[in-house]
């Protein structure tokens, strides 16, 4: 069984940003969770970070996320900037951090719908990968919940296809954890993110968020041609995810440039 964990805790004043950090909305945010033993992950990061592992029908399980969203108003925290708008998917592993304590997350990489990709790709050697993504949701201004949402991304890297469902009868729930607010700290507020950089050199950044309010929805049909790949998440595994969450809009700051580890 996980802690038990209050989001006050982990509720921290924005750190001032400064110089080249962005300031940017992530629209139909949903985050996608699978729990799969966690043998499947071995040797995808260093032996630095832990598996942060949920308890599931008694069997010690990782999870793995896919985050899609539109990144709306991406501009400068600082500065006055031009304003981006591009769709993106995050592919990220549950970790803990075992030099500091922290819980965090792997990132295996992202998809990005937008020329602006060669910065973090050609300057930070971000695993970010090419994709044209393309969103189609209706969300119910009375309700506040989706009656649509599809997702689709082409990409060489990982082609992916969601199509996710809310009603006002989806329940949050999460085994493994002692209560919901538990677990949505666990699965909603990582700060900290590290991964393999396009010349194997560890990478790290952070982002600050307020707490996010998100909702549980349904999948009606999945398919991330990543985790399959990687052999993490089998594509008849895919249509049983262990949570979905959704917010419609948020706001990230994000801590740039990208730090380099070794």
Request: glycine share 6%; with cysteine.
């Given at each position: 069984?996980?802690?038990?964990?209050?989001?006050?805790?982990?509720?921290?004043?924005?750190?001032?940003?400064?110089?080249?950090?962005?300031?940017?909305?992530?629209?139909?945010?949903?985050?996608?969770?699978?729990?799969?033993?966690?043998?499947?992950?071995?040797?995808?990061?260093?032996?630095?970070?832990?598996?942060?592992?949920?308890?599931?029908a008694g069997q010690?399980?990782?999870?793995?996320?896919?985050?899609?969203?539109?990144?709306?108003?991406?501009?400068?925290?600082?500065?006055?900037?031009?304003?981006?708008?591009?769709?993106?998917?995050?592919?990220?592993?549950?970790?803990?951090?075992?030099?500091?304590?922290?819980?965090?997350?792997?990132?295996?990489?992202?998809?990005?719908?937008?020329?602006?990709?060669?910065?973090?790709?050609?300057?930070?050697?971000?695993?970010?990968?090419?994709?044209?993504?393309?969103?189609?949701?209706?969300?119910?201004?009375?309700?506040?919940?989706?009656?649509?949402?599809?997702?689709?991304?082409?990409?060489?890297?990982?082609?992916?296809?969601?199509?996710?469902?809310?009603?006002?009868?989806?329940?949050?729930?999460?085994?493994?954890?002692?209560?919901?607010?538990?677990a949505l700290v666990?699965?909603?507020?990582?700060?900290?993110?590290?991964?393999?950089?396009?010349?194997?050199?560890?990478?790290?950044?952070?982002?600050?968020?307020?707490?996010?309010?998100?909702?549980?929805?349904?999948?009606?049909?999945?398919?991330?041609?990543?985790?399959?790949?990687?052999?993490?998440?089998?594509?008849?595994?895919?249509?049983?995810?262990?949570?979905?969450?959704?917010?419609?809009?948020?706001?990230?700051?994000?801590?740039?440039?990208?730090?380099?580890?070794?």
């Amino acid at each position: 069984m996980q802690e038990t964990r209050k989001l006050e805790d982990y509720l921290t004043p924005r750190p001032k940003p400064k110089g080249i950090d962005v300031l940017c909305g992530l629209k139909h945010f949903a985050i996608i969770t699978y729990a799969v033993p966690e043998e499947r992950f071995e040797g995808l990061f260093p032996e630095r970070f832990q598996l942060d592992t949920v308890e599931v029908a008694g069997q010690r399980m990782g999870l793995v996320s896919v985050v899609p969203f539109i990144d709306v108003d991406f501009t400068s925290a600082v500065f006055p900037f031009p304003k981006f708008t591009m769709g993106q998917t995050n592919y990220r592993i549950y970790i803990i951090d075992t030099e500091t304590g922290e819980r965090c997350v792997w990132f295996l990489g992202t998809t990005l719908d937008s020329w602006t990709l060669l910065v973090p790709r050609l300057l930070w050697n971000l695993p970010w990968h090419a994709g044209k993504v393309r969103f189609d949701c209706h969300l119910n201004k009375t309700t506040g919940l989706y009656e649509k949402y599809t997702m689709e991304t082409s990409s060489s890297w990982a082609e992916a296809s969601v199509e996710l469902v809310q009603s006002e009868f989806d329940e949050l729930e999460f085994p493994g954890f002692p209560d919901v607010e538990s677990a949505l700290v666990y699965l909603t507020h990582p700060l900290a993110g590290f991964y393999f950089r396009r010349d194997n050199r560890l990478g790290t950044y952070r982002v600050w968020h307020k707490a996010l309010q998100v909702k549980p929805a349904k999948l009606k049909s999945a398919n991330f041609k990543l985790l399959s790949n990687l052999g993490i998440v089998q594509e008849s595994e895919q249509k049983s995810p262990y949570s979905v969450l959704i917010e419609p809009i948020n706001e990230f700051t994000i801590y740039l440039p990208p730090a380099v580890i070794r």
